[in-house]
Structure formats: structure tokens, C-alpha cells
């Protein structure tokens, strides 16, 4: 099969998610989208490891792995202490970014 | 190498800590303090000037450490007849200052605030650094040395402007403390747009010496290897980087038109800090365009003489007809202040010998009569609280002698023959009326509507029936008769007698007239000096 | 000797040094004080004139230089005295009537509390005013220039707590600075042409420069002179000046100060002799002024106002005859010596009325005070003969010479000056007619004392009267009328003593030079004329004034009077050409400063602060807009990638 199908599932995959993140209010969703986006952009490092024929790509994407397995975990914890607060995931009731 | 230059730096730093380390309940001792500190410079100030040797090298009392290697930085300090001039005035003006401003801390104490910071110690000490810092921008022959204290003195004299200015403004307490802030902020930015222009010219000449002989910021060796052919700072960039620092000493000075901080800050600050602005930190300015501006551009301060002369003579009459609108006793005083900068710009690029003696003598005259009028302008208001000229009259029957200081003040400030500036005035009005006699007269202009503005001044305040509340108002004290009676003293002897001062100051402007390559223009005929005539 | 010239000047400077700073431990002897010292300066005179006259015509000068004042390379400005005929002249006239004057004072503000104060400021224009005359260069006298102004501004001023006296002092400084602009021009020009502002040199070497940088300069003096002599255009401070004492009236705005422009001339003779532009103009001021002045002064009801109409005029004959060049040097000093006795004596004779009539000025409630004020009376009446060129005393010969002078200038400006002059000479007989009658003869016309607060023109310094009080004339003490005596002398016999052999024209020929005329009249055609207009200007006076009662209420007068009661409408062109359009200008600007200037600066402050406060809502802290943004601006760098790649 050509590698390249694999790319286009892979942008497929990161629209989704990226539209996800934009739409869709409650967190853990969106915290979902995102890691939906991460391993989208795993599948096409990958795939371009395959098709140049060296093993970059394919370390990239284990560490891109290990930082969104820590981003899941600082992640989460902050979207439980967020729920804990003010009893909602939803993203637009926390705008405490703005000064 | 000799310490006597940052040791009279020093005194004044170390007497600032000192005044703010002094316990809260102890006023009087904070007070004394300070006096004692800046008193201890001047005697310093007095003996860097008995060892300043007028036959001797230009730059005298030299000192130099590495400091910032990778940046070519060094630690350097020395003084030619300008700058040991300037910092004998700073030196004298402070105790004078530190004397007048003695109960204005005083009102603080009361406030809320005041109990938890100590408003005595901490103005005193404030004024203190404002002189060290002062001094060491007098003494710096290091571009970039000077260029941190010429910045960082915002900051004390921002608290000063701010946090001790004039409480008699508007209308309610809360009126007061907007415009105080208002005009401290606009004091600030000001200050800072000056100065952020010239850290780019700055940056531009490290690059340009980086190029050619290895950056450097020392005054001494750019000089010496531009004589030696090494460097050439000329063509375009020479110009962009002078108009850099003039741009930032225009602003100090100030120079038409970007003189409108001036009246602000001095209207909202209290006498004497409106001295420490005018006849020190703004000195500065002027000073800085004689040492920086002509011997690291020359050519550069040729190609724009032109024009800064002409903004010159615009400040000179545009001040002097603004002083004579204002309704404020202090905002007057700031713009004759301005109308007195220009004639000092004037002086300095009109490139003679008797523009620069003239100028650099009218700094320290402007800053003697102006400290004068000023000091004695606040004890004035602060009898009265209020700073509207319309709010006195008659003063001179009920107080004569704050009516006879404030006079002589006055006619300091216009000129008057016999007092200090009018010898210096001339030299400026002569000297630059021998390479442009156009903008000479009408500089001459001026000195009517100097009359005007003082006299009108004078009369309104001083003269006519004695307004009721102006009745009861009492006259000089001893401790305010201490303050004004030198300068007075020294207004005087400086009219009849300046040549002290200017045989200091000449060898000095003939090395930088000699920089710039230009000659006094020749007289049209050769005089037959017969016996009996002068020279 | 030379020592002494330093001395000359030192002794009043001390005065003024130690009645100024001195406590009020010195109020009882302050002004005694005063006038020891200025009597100690006259002495100094007379020794130094004394020896002069011991030397010959071209060594009588002598010089000294005390030290070097301001040396800046080519610039070199000495503080150094120089004592010749024409300074000697002034040093004599100036420490004399000064001296006398004190005196007078002691009498005159005997009752006013800052008497000790009023000597300090006498004794300080007598250093200055003797600096003025003794200076070797200009630079120097410029200080005495600006000193007299300082002494005339505090003492125009001295009763400050009047607004109009404070009005009046201020405008006197204000427009001699506008003089002082010239004269400080004149040095400038000075010094690029000739390297040096010091006497000597500069008028050795006038005739190496251009002609037209001599008319330059000489303008520029011009200039100087119309301000400190109040000759027109500059001349509307002397009106109000007479808000002074009347012996700082008598003392600095008729008999010395005034006389400085004349003196500024004299001095600079060889600039004007090779500048006949600029004698031109001199001699046009002159002339104009000896007219004007002399109208105004047949209009003012106010004595001492029309005193200084006659002083204004009786200067512009002098400048005339300044400005006719070395025909005329020694007659413009001669009537300007003879003037300051007899103006000096009518001045103090004027004071002396006012002391006895509760300081009142109109002189339409005077009347009938000959029989009340003897000796004021004949000491005025001399002075009076005096002015109007009375034959036999003193400014009729002074005078005389200048018209004949006038005349000597020859050809169509000859007859044309020489017509105005005696023209003058005619109005000065009526106007001085007019004085002496209201003043002295026909019927009390006295009016109880005005009510203080009601007329605040009455001068405070006598004896405190009562509101309502009819006045009580009476003859002054005896320091008050004995300068009055000596000055009467003085005009009497000072003008034949000057021309008793042409001495005063053979002392002051070294150093002013002297040429005769060669007039298209005889002197006799001339002194005849003269004499017949003088007694047709009295005539007309008499017919007018004398032969019928005067009344106390002004008439409405013609329109030339009542013009010339404003001062030929001076003021009022002032204040429309200057003070209004100052006024506006000033205005305006404060405005644009505000709202210009500065409003540019918070403009730009504004729109930034603007922006930063748009763009700030961007910041609305949803994580998910935050997001739009980096997608869009990834999006964006995608993009531009792709396409720089393509059209790469």
C-alpha cells in the first residue's frame, strides 16, 4: 500500500482533532482532541521514517509519547482540581487567563 | 590616578544611605545629616577645583578601571574647566537646596503613609543621590559610564516630583496628588524616550568603534584615534548618532519643542526640588551637548548647528512670551527657565570662543539666580499656599525683605548689569551675533521681554494695596535669610568679577572649539589701540 | 589722582551698601549718611577738577584700569575709568545737584518711614550714573546704563503700595530695555567690526569702517538714547515717571539721567560724524521731540506732567544739536549743564509748592502762592526766566547757540530745524508762562485736601492731613529751599559764565572738536528772533491765562489739546500696537502650548494607549479563542511556507 495513504489519514486524524479542541467545550474532551492531534502527528513522523528510510522519525514519536504521557497526567490533575472548584469541565467557565 | 572625583561622588551616595538609615523618630538628625553630607562635598568639590590645574592637560583628576570587559566598558572619570565648573555648582547648590527644603518633608510625617516610610529621611537622602549621581555624569569620560547615570537620576528625581511635589495645586488634596503624579509620569517618560534614543546611538557608536579599533566607549581613546586616522565616525551614521544624543540632551535641556515636561514638573514639585531640577539635573543636558555631542561629532554638530540654532532663538523667545502669560509663580519661573536654555544652546553651537565661555558661565549663573528666585518663590507660596499670582499683593509692605530678595532675584533673571547673568548673556548675544548676526538680535529680543515678565511678576505680587490675606504674612527667617543672602552674595561678585570662573572655563573651550575646527571670527577692521584704551 | 576716579564712584556705593543693609539702627542718621557721601563725591569732583585744570587742553584726560572684567580670548572688557572734559562736566553737574537734591530729600520725606531706605536708592544712581559717565568702553557703561534704569525703576516706584506708581516704574524699565537692545546691538556690532567696544580705539579707527556699519551703529546708539532720554518714539514713560518723589523727579528725570542719551551721542561723536544717515536721524528725533514735548506740555494741568514736557522738549534740543555733528557737541552739553540747574530748581520748586499745599498737582487749584511762598517763588521765577530764554541768563544763551547752530547746518533742513526751534522756543515761553501764572499769580483757587483712599495720585509724603482740610500754604524748611537757592544761582549766572570768553566751548573743544557754522543768519538776526518769539509765546500766555481768572474745572479744550492732554495719544498707540497684540500673542500661545505643543505629545500618547486598549480585548482568557489564534497563525506560517516554495 502507498505510505502515502497513511499521511492522509493522518492529517484526517489531526483535523479532527483540531476541530475538536475548538468545538467542543468540556475538557476531558478536548484534552482528548489533543492527544487525538499528538498522535496524529505520531503516525506521519512514522510514515515519513518509512518512506525515507531512517529511524528519526520514529524516535521523535516515542518522545513525543513520553511528553503527552506527562501532559495527560499534569493535564488531568489540573482539570480535576479545576472540576473540584467550580463543579464544571467546561473550558469557557475558567477564563482566568485574562488579567 | 587620583580618587578626588569619586570620592566626591561617593560623599553624597554615602550620605544617602546614611540619611535614610537615621531612626524614624529622629527627623532633625536625618535633617542634619544630610546637611552635613553635602557640605562635606562641597568642601570636596572646593579642593577637586584648588587642584584643577587651568595651564595643565584637558582632562585632569583622571581615574580609569576596566569594568565590562566583553563591552569594552570602563570605569572613567576626569574634568576639564567645563565640567569641574559645573560640578563646583552642583556641589554649592546642594547644602542651599537641602537648607530651603528643610520643613518640606515635614507636612508628610502626618499622613497615613508617612509614619510607615519615613518621608524625611527618605527625601533628604533622595536629593542626596540625585547629586551623586549628578557629579558622576559631570565626571564621566565614558560613554557608556555617563549614560547609566543619566538615565538612572530619573528615578530619585521621579520620587521627588511625585511622591514630595507641591502641595497647593488644584483644588482638593486629590487634585494636588493627580497633578503631582501627571507631571511626574510626563517628567519620566520624557526623560525616558531621550534616553531609549540614545542607548540606540549608543549601541550604533559601540558598533562603529567595534568596526574599526576595537569597541570602545572611552571619550579618550576615540578622540585619540580619530587624530591618529584610525577612526572615522564620518558620513551618515556619524549624523544619525549625534542626532541620537541630542535628541536625549535636547529632551534634558530642554529644548523648544520638546520642552513641555518642564513646567509641569517644576509647578508640581516644591521650590526646591524645582531648583534641583532646573539648575542641576537639567544642566546636565546642556553640559552633555558641549562635551558629547561637539567633540565625538563634530562634524555632525557643524551640519546641524543651523537648525538647533534656530530652535534656540525660538525657545528663547517663545519662553520668555509664554512666561509672560503664565498665571503660576513656579510655571513662570519654568519657562523664563526655558527661554535661559536656549540662550545656553545658543551659545554652545554657535561655535565662538566667547558662545561656549559665555554658555558655560550661563549655566552656572542660571543656576545661581534661578535657585535664588525659586528658593525665595517658595518660601513665598508656602506662606501663602497658594502659587496663583493673582493671589498676592502688596507683599513688599508687609515683608520687605522677602520683597527685596525676590527682587533681586528677579533682576538676576532679566540680566541686569552689575549681577551674573548679564555677563554671560552678552557673552552668548556677542558671540553669536559674530557668526550670525540675524539670530543675535533677535536673541537681543528677549531681554525686553525678560523685563516684562519679571517686572510684571514683581508688581502684581509685590506692589500695590496689601490684599487681606497677604496681611499677617511674615517676613525672611534667619534659616531662609542663611539660604538666599549667599547666592545673593555671589550673584554679585560674579557680575562685578567673573573672571575667576571664566579663566577656568576658557582653556577648555578653546580645546573644543579647536575640535570642531572652527576659529572666532576676525574683526572687520584693525582698531589703533592708542594709550589709554583697553586692549 | 587717577585713584580717585575709583573713588569718585565708591563713595556713593558705600551709601547705597550701607543704607540698604544696614538695620533700622540707621534711620536716624541714614539720610545724613546719604548725603555726606554724596557730598564726599562732589568733593572728590572738585579735587579731580581742580587738578585737571592744572594740565593743558590734550593731557587734561586721564585713565585707570582697575582690573580685567570679563577676558574671554578677543573679548576683553576691562573694568577701567576714564576722566576727560565731557566726563568732568557730568561728574561736576551730577555729584552737585545730586548733592543738593539729598539735601532737599532730608526736608522732603522727613515724614515718610522709609526715608533711609529712598537715600540708599539716591546714593545708588549717583555710583551708577557716575559709572556711566567715567566708563572707558561701552560694556562698562552699559552697566551704569542699566544702573540708572535700576535706581530711576525703584525710585519711580518708591511709594509702592500706589498701583499707579508700580504701573509707572515698571513701564519706565520696560521701555528703556527697548533702548537697551539697541545699545547692546551697537556693541556687538562694535566689536565684529573693530575687536574691541573700549572708547578710544573705537573712535580712533571709526574712520577705517564702512559707512554703512557706522549708520548701523550709530542707529543702534540712537536707539539707546530715545529710550534713556525719552526721546520719541520712545518717550511715554517720562509722563508717568513723575509718580516719584518730586526730588527724584527733579534729581534723575530732568537734571542727570534723562541726560544720558545726549551724553551716549556726544561720546560716540566720531561714529556719527562719518554716518550723516545716522545725524539724519538724530537730528529728526531731536527736532520732532523738542515739538512734542513741548505741546504736550502746554495741555497738563499737573505740574510736575508739565514740567516733564518741557524736559522732554528742552532734551530734544540738545539731541538736535548732537546730532548737528561738531557744530553742535558743545552747545547740546552746555544747555544740557544750564538745564540741569534750571529744570533741577523748577523741580524742587514744584515739590515745594506741594509741600505747602497738601501735595496737591493740579495746578488749577493753585493760584495767588507768591505772597504765601516767597522764596519758592522767586527761586521758580529765575528758573523760569532761565527756560524760557530770558536774555541775560542762562538758557538764553544756551539755547540761543543751539538755533543758531541749528541754522548753521545751512540749506532747506537749516531753515527747516532752525524754524522748529524757534518754534519751540516759542511754545516753551507759553507753556512756562502758563505754569507761572496758574501756579503763582491771579486767584486762590485752593480746594480742601482730597480724601486719600478718593485720589490716590496725592503723594503721602507729607504731614498727615486730614481729609477736607483746606491747605495752608507755607514756605519749606531750610534744607529744602536752600538747593533751591544755589540752583536759582545757578540759572542765572551758569550760562554767562560759560560763554565769558567762550570758556565752556574752549574746555570741551579737546575732546569733542568744534566747528563753526556759517549761518545764512547773523547771530544777531537770530538772538533778536529769538528773544521776539519768546516775548509773543509770554504774551500769548498772559492774554490766555493772566488777564482772565483760570478756572478750577479743566475746559473741554480743542482737539489738539485734549489729544496733547493724552499725551498726544503716546499711550494709546502703545497699548493697541503693543500691549494688546502682546496680550493676544501671549494668549494664543499659552493656548497652542497647551493644546499644540503638548497636546501633539498627549495625542500620540492617546492613540497608542488607544490601540493597546482594542487590542487588549483579544486577551478574553477562553482557552479556545487562545486556540483559534495559534491555529490561525499556524495555518498562516504553513502557508506562507508552501507559497515562498512555490515562487521560489
Known amino acids: 500500500m502507498n505510505p502515502v495513504n497513511y499521511l492522509y489519514l493522518s492529517a484526517l486524524l489531526f483535523t479532527i482533532g483540531a476541530a475538536g479542541v475548538l468545538l467542543r467545550r468540556n475538557a476531558i474532551i478536548v484534552f482528548m482532541c489533543v492527544e487525538l492531534m499528538l498522535n496524529a502527528c505520531n503516525l506521519a513522523f512514522v510514515t515519513f521514517s518509512r518512506i525515507h528510510g531512517n529511524l528519526d522519525g520514529q524516535i521523535i514519536a516515542f518522545f513525543t509519547m513520553v511528553v503527552a504521557a506527562a501532559e495527560v497526567v499534569v493535564g488531568l490533575a489540573i482539570i480535576v482540581t479545576i472540576f473540584r472548584s467550580r463543579h464544571s469541565a467546561s473550558v469557557d467557565d475558567a477564563n482566568l487567563m485574562k488579567l | 590616578m587620583s580618587f578626588l572625583l569619586t570620592a566626591t561622588a561617593v560623599v553624597p551616595a554615602v550620605g544617602a544611605i546614611a540619611t535614610a538609615a537615621v531612626p524614624a523618630a529622629k527627623k532633625s538628625a536625618a535633617k542634619w545629616t544630610a546637611l552635613l553630607f553635602s557640605a562635606a562635598t562641597l568642601v570636596l568639590a572646593a579642593v577637586v577645583l584648588g587642584r584643577f590645574d587651568t595651564g595643565g592637560p584637558r582632562y585632569q583628576l583622571t581615574e580609569s578601571h576596566s569594568w565590562i570587559k566583553a563591552f569594552g566598558v570602563r570605569y572613567e572619570v576626569g574634568v576639564d574647566g567645563i565640567g569641574v565648573t559645573l560640578i563646583a555648582l552642583t556641589a554649592l547648590l546642594i547644602p542651599f537646596v537641602i537648607g530651603a527644603a528643610w520643613h518640606d518633608a515635614d507636612a508628610l510625617e502626618d499622613t497615613r503613609l508617612g509614619r510607615r516610610w519615613r518621608p524625611t529621611q527618605g527625601f533628604f537622602a533622595l536629593i542626596l543621590l540625585v547629586e551623586a549621581m549628578v557629579i558622576i555624569s559631570f565626571a564621566a569620560t565614558d560613554v557608556f559610564l555617563f549614560y547609566i547615570f543619566f538615565e538612572a537620576m530619573l528615578i530619585p528625581m521621579y520620587f521627588l516630583i511625585g511622591g514630595f511635589g507641591d502641595r497647593s495645586g488644584g483644588n482638593t488634596e486629590q487634585e494636588a496628588a493627580k497633578q503631582r503624579s501627571y507631571a511626574a509620569v510626563k517628567f519620566l517618560l520624557y526623560n525616558l524616550l531621550g534616553g531609549l534614543v540614545m542607548l540606540a546611538a549608543v549601541i550604533g557608536l559601540y558598533a562603529v568603534t567595534a568596526d574599526q579599533i576595537g569597541g570602545t566607549f572611552s571619550l579618550q581613546e576615540i578622540l585619540s584615534a580619530r587624530q591618529a586616522g584610525k577612526l572615522d565616525l564620518s558620513g551618515a551614521g556619524e549624523k544619525a548618532i549625534f542626532l541620537g544624543f541630542f535628541f536625549a540632551f535636547a529632551v534634558k535641556a530642554p529644548l523648544w519643542p520638546l520642552h513641555t515636561w518642564l513646567p509641569n514638573a517644576m509647578g508640581e514639585s516644591t521650590a526646591p526640588v524645582a531648583v534641583l531640577i532646573t539648575a542641576v539635573v537639567d544642566k546636565v543636558g546642556t553640559f552633555a551637548m558641549l562635551r558629547w555631542c561637539l567633540q565625538l561629532f563634530p562634524e555632525a554638530s557643524k551640519w546641524a548647528a543651523p537648525v538647533v540654532l534656530v530652535l534656540a532663538v525660538i525657545s528663547i523667545i517663545y519662553g520668555a512670551l509664554l512666561a509672560v502669560g503664565q498665571k503660576d509663580i513656579k510655571r513662570l519661573v519654568a519657562y523664563a527657565s526655558i527661554s535661559h536654555f536656549g540662550f545656553i544652546i545658543l551659545g554652545i553651537f554657535a561655535m565662538t570662543s566667547q558662545g561656549q565661555s559665555g554658555a558655560t558661565l550661563y549655566m552656572v549663573n542660571h543656576g545661581i539666580s534661578t535657585a535664588a528666585l525659586m528658593l525665595v518663590a517658595g518660601f513665598l507660596i508656602s506662606r501663602r499656599g497658594s502659587r496663583l499670582i493673582a493671589d498676592f499683593g502688596g507683599v513688599q509692605k508687609v515683608a520687605p525683605m522677602l520683597a527685596g530678595t525676590f527682587l533681586i532675584g528677579g533682576l538676576a533673571t532679566l540680566s541686569l548689569p552689575g549681577l551674573a547673568p548679564f555677563v554671560s548673556e552678552f557673552l552668548v548675544l556677542v558671540g553669536t551675533f559674530s557668526r550670525y548676526p540675524a539670530l543675535g538680535i533677535v536673541a537681543t529680543v528677549g531681554i525686553v521681554l525678560a523685563a516684562l515678565y519679571v517686572l510684571v511678576l514683581y508688581q502684581r505680587t509685590m506692589t500695590g494695596p496689601v490684599k487681606a490675606e497677604v496681611e499677617g504674612m511674615h517676613d525672611l527667617k534667619v534659616r531662609e535669610l542663611a539660604v538666599v543672602a549667599p547666592l545673593i552674595a555671589l550673584l554679585l561678585f560674579l557680575g562685578f568679577y567673573p573672571k575667576p570662573v571664566i579663566d577656568v572655563i576658557n582653556p577648555a573651550v578653546n580645546q573644543t572649539l579647536s575640535d570642531v575646527h572652527k576659529k572666532d571670527p576676525k574683526p572687520a577692521v584693525e582698531a589703533v589701540h592708542t594709550k589709554g584704551g583697553a586692549r | ?648
Not at chain 3, 576716579?5 to 540707621?26: D, M, R, T, Y
Open chain 3, 1 to 648: 589722582m587717577e585713584n580717585l576716579i575709583g573713588a569718585l564712584v565708591a563713595a556713593p556705593l558705600l551709601g547705597a551698601a550701607v543704607l540698604l543693609l544696614g538695620g533700622k539702627a540707621l534711620d536716624r542718621i541714614g539720610h545724613w549718611l546719604g548725603t555726606l557721601l554724596a557730598g564726599t563725591s562732589f568733593v572728590i569732583g572738585l579735587i579731580l577738577f581742580a587738578d585737571m585744570l592744572g594740565r593743558s587742553g590734550e593731557h587734561r584726560a586721564i585713565s585707570t584700569t582697575l582690573y580685567s572684567w570679563v577676558p574671554v580670548n578677543s573679548f576683553q572688557a576691562d573694568v577701567s575709568f576714564q576722566l576727560d572734559q565731557l566726563s568732568m562736566t557730568f561728574v561736576l553737574l551730577i555729584t552737585g545737584v545730586g548733592t543738593l537734591i539729598h539735601l532737599y530729600s532730608v526736608g522732603y520725606m522727613e515724614h515718610d518711614e522709609r526715608r533711609r531706605r529712598f537715600f540708599g536708592y539716591l546714593n545708588l544712581f549717583l555710583a551708577a550714573m557716575l559709572l556711566l559717565v567715567v566708563a572707558d568702553n561701552y560694556l562698562l557703561l552699559y552697566v551704569g546704563w542699566e544702573g540708572v534704569g535700576l535706581a530711576s525703576y525703584l525710585l519711580i516706584g518708591f511709594w509702592q503700595h500706589k498701583p499707579s506708581a508700580a504701573t509707572a516704574a515698571k513701564k519706565a524699565f520696560i521701555v528703556n530695555r527697548v533702548g537697551d537692545v539697541g545699545l547692546s546691538i551697537a556693541i556687538m556690532l562694535m566689536f565684529t567690526t573693530f575687536g574691541t567696544f573700549a572708547f578710544t580705539p573705537v573712535l580712533a579707527s571709526a574712520d577705517k569702517a564702512s559707512e554703512g556699519t557706522l549708520t548701523g551703529i550709530g542707529l543702534m546708539l540712537l536707539l539707546a538714547a530715545c529710550g534713556k532720554s525719552a526721546q520719541v518714539p520712545l518717550q511715554s514713560w517720562l509722563g508717568d515717571a513723575m509718580e516719584g518723589p518730586t526730588p527724584v523727579s527733579a534729581l534723575i528725570h530732568a537734571a542727570t539721567m534723562v541726560t544720558a542719551g545726549v551724553y551716549l551721542i556726544t561720546r560716540s561723536g566720531p561714529i556719527f560724524n562719518l554716518a550723516p544717515d545716522a545725524q539724519t536721524a538724530v537730528v529728526v528725533v531731536g527736532t520732532v521731540t523738542l515739538l512734542f514735548g513741548a505741546i504736550v506740555g502746554c495741555a497738563k494741568d499737573d505740574i510736575k506732567k508739565a514740567l516733564a514736557g518741557s524736559t522732554m522738549s528742552q532734551i530734544g534740543y540738545m539731541v538736535l544739536a548732537a546730532g548737528l555733528g561738531p557744530i553742535g557737541y558743545v552747545f547740546a552739553i552746555m544747555h544740557l549743564v544750564t538745564h540741569g540747574f534750571f529744570k533741577a530748581g523748577l523741580f524742587l520748586g514744584a515739590g515745594s509748592v506741594m509741600h505747602g499745599m497738601n501735595d496737591e498737582v493740579d495746578m488749577r487749584k493753585y493760584g495767588a502762592l507768591r505772597k504765601y511762598m516767597p522764596i519758592t517763588f522767586v527761586t521758580f521765577g529765575l528758573g523760569y526766566l532761565a527756560i524760557i530764554g530770558f536774555p541775560g541768563l542762562s538758557g538764553y544763551f544756551s539755547k540761543d547757540k543751539i538755533i543758531e547752530a541749528a541754522f548753521a547746518k545751512g540749506g532747506t533742513e537749516g531753515w527747516i530745524i532752525g524754524s522748529c526751534a524757534l518754534l519751540g522756543a516759542a511754545i516753551t515761553a507759553f507753556y512756562m508762562t502758563r505754569v507761572m501764572l496758574m501756579t503763582f499769580f491771579g486767584e486762590k483757587r485752593w480746594q480742601p485736601a482730597p480724601d486719600a483712599d478718593a485720589a490716590p495720585s496725592a503723594e503721602p509724603a507729607a504731614e498727615g492731613h486730614a481729609a477736607g482740610e483746606m491747605p495752608h500754604p507755607h514756605e519749606s524748611p531750610w534744607s529744602m529751599t536752600v538747593p533751591m537757592i544755589v540752583l536759582a544761582f545757578g540759572s542765572v549766572f551758569a550760562g554767562f559764565l560759560f560763554n565769558l570768553n567762550d570758556s565752556f566751548l574752549k574746555w570741551l573743544e579737546p575732546v569733542t572738536g568744534h566747528k563753526e557754522g556759517d549761518s545764512p543768519l547773523s547771530a544777531t538776526t537770530v538772538t533778536a528772533t529769538t528773544v521776539t518769539v519768546m516775548v509773543i509765546g509770554v504774551a500769548v500766555a498772559w492774554l490766555v491765562y493772566g488777564r482772565k481768572p483760570v478756572p478750577v474745572v479743566a475746559p473741554k479744550g480743542s482737539l489738539l489739546t485734549r489729544a496733547a492732554r493724552r499725551d498726544l495719544l503716546q499711550d494709546d498707540f502703545n497699548h493697541v500696537a503693543f500691549v494688546q497684540t502682546g496680550s493676544y500673542l501671549t494668549r494664543g500661545l499659552v493656548y497652542l502650548d497647551l493644546k499644540g505643543v503638548d497636546g501633539l505629545v498627549n495625542g500620540t500618547a492617546a492613540t497608542v494607549g488607544g490601540l493597546s486598549s482594542r487590542m487588549r480585548r483579544l486577551q478574553n482568557g477562553y482557552v479556545r479563542s487562545y486556540a483559534v489564534s495559534m491555529f490561525g497563525g499556524a495555518a498562516v506560517l504553513v502557508a506562507a511556507t508552501l507559497l515562498m516554495r512555490a515562487v521560489a
